[in-house]
C-alpha cells in the first residue's frame, strides 16, 4: 500500500514510538480538555460539521452504524439524535478519550444503544459486511496508513453502505488562505497553550492538516481501495470537507 506525507506526520519527532503509539498518547493527554477546545477553537462551527456530515447518512436510513475515531462520543451522539439507528458502535485508540465519552453516553441514557470499544481503523474487529454507514471526524489525518484503514472500512461496510469522512482541508481563495495559515500555524497553538500544556497536540494539527492529500486526491485514494459514487463537499469557505463513497 503507497505512503502518504501525513502517513509519517507524529505530534514528537524525537519519539521512538510509531505514529499510532503517539496518537493515542497525545489524546490521553488532552482528553480532558478536548471537547471545550473544539468548541473554542472553532467558535462552535464544528458542531454544524458534524450535523452536515452525518445529514449525508439521512437518506440510506442507517440501522447499525460505526463511528472511527469516535474520540469523546460527539458524532456517535449525534448520529443518535439525527439518524436515530438501531445501534451506533464507536471505536478509538484512546483510553481517555473513550472514558469520557462514555460518561457522556451514560449521561443521557444510551448505554445500549451506543458502544464504544477501543481499537484502530487498520483493525476493525468486526466482521465483513457489518455496517449500514461509517462516520469519521477529523481522524483520518491520525492513521498510521491511510490506505489501510479506508479497506478496512470498506470491508465491515455493507454492500449498499456508505463512508462519509469529515477532515480538514485548505482554502483555496488567497485572502482567506493567508489568514486561515496564520491562525492554525501561529495563533492556536498560543491560545491551546493558555488553556492546555500539550502545545505539540495542536502544532501536529496544523502539521497533519498541511500534509494531508486533500480534496479530488483524497477522492482518488477512496476509489482506488474500492469505494465508488464519490463525491466531496467543502465546507465553511474550505476550512474542512466532506468526502463520501460507497460500496458496491
Known amino acids: 500500500m503507497n505512503k502518504y506525507a501525513h502517513d509519517v506526520i507524529v505530534p514528537d519527532a524525537e519519539s521512538n514510538l510509531n505514529k499510532k503509539k503517539q496518537v493515542a498518547e497525545m489524546f490521553n ?14 467558535a462552535g462551527v464544528d458542531i454544524w460539521w458534524r450535523k452536515k456530515a452525518i445529514s449525508q447518512l439521512k437518506k440510506l436510513k442507517p440501522k447499525i452504524v460505526l463511528d472511527v475515531a469516535t474520540g469523546t462520543a460527539d458524532v456517535a451522539l449525534m448520529t443518535h439524535k439525527e439518524l436515530h439507528p438501531d445501534k451506533i458502535y464507536g471505536i478509538d485508540i484512546s483510553a481517555g478519550m473513550l472514558d ?8 443521557k441514557g444510551l448505554e445500549k444503544i451506543i458502544e464504544l470499544q477501543q481499537g484502530d481503523s487498520e483493525n476493525i474487529a468486526f466482521e465483513d459486511n457489518f455496517f449500514d454507514g461509517i462516520t469519521v471526524a477529523f481522524g483520518v489525518r491520525n492513521f498510521e496508513n491511510l490506505e489501510k484503514g479506508l479497506a478496512e472500512m470498506l470491508r465491515v461496510l455493507k454492500p449498499g453502505g456508505k463512508l462519509v469522512v469529515l477532515e480538514f482541508s485548505k482554502p483555496k481563495q488567497k485572502s482567506f488562505k493567508f489568514l486561515y495559515q496564520f491562525y492554525l500555524s501561529k495563533l492556536a497553538p498560543g491560545l491551546v497553550q493558555a488553556f492546555a500544556s500539550d502545545k505539540k497536540a495542536y502544532q501536529y494539527l496544523n502539521n497533519s492538516v498541511f500534509a494531508f492529500p486533500e480534496g479530488q486526491n483524497f477522492l ?3 476509489h482506488g481501495v474500492g469505494f465508488t459514487q464519490t463525491y466531496l463537499q467543502p465546507l465553511s469557505l474550505g476550512i474542512c470537507t466532506i468526502y463520501c463513497g460507497t460500496k458496491v
Open 29 to 42: 493527554s488532552i482528553a480532558g480538555k478536548y471537547d471545550f477546545l473544539n468548541r473554542f477553537l472553532s
Open 220 to 222: 482518488n485514494i477512496m
Open 100 to 107: 469520557l465519552g462514555r460518561k457522556k453516553i451514560q449521561q
